[in-house]
């Protein structure tokens, strides 16, 4: 009987103890300012996929940049709009291409404004969210 009572009375202290740490979990998890406002322009998830996956892949190949990725593209569709990402992203992406190829790309100044104008807002975001320490 005596060590039916010790059991009880173990399992209730730690019974207590983890409702106590559930009510702090909880209490910090619900506390931390979560900014609620999604981005201005809705970008199809494939597209957002994508981009993490490429923005992984740039800095360190490393899994925990997950969340600064995501954040680069929610600030960068705060600014642009999809169709406006798309182009933007090409001409920075492809510039790059030698030959007759990357001159579509390249050359007119339309491309550069958008390419240059893209690598901007990039790095601004990155910056933001941390990818890029000054």
Known sequence: MTMQRLCHSAARRSTARMITIGFVVALVT???????APPKHDYP??????????????????????????????????????????????????????????????DPEKGRALAKRFRLLESEAERECGLIKD
């Open 30 to 36: 619900f506390s931390i300012p979560v900014n609620s």
């Open 45 to 106: 998830t494939q597209a957002r996929v994508e981009y993490v996956n490429e923005c992984i892949g740039r800095h360190q190949d490393s899994l925990a940049n997950v969340y600064q990725c995501s954040c680069t593209i929610d600030r960068i569709a705060d600014q642009l709009s999809y169709d406006d990402f798309v182009e933007s992203i090409t001409f920075a992406r492809y510039a790059g291409l030698p030959g007759e190829g990357g001159a579509v790309f390249r």
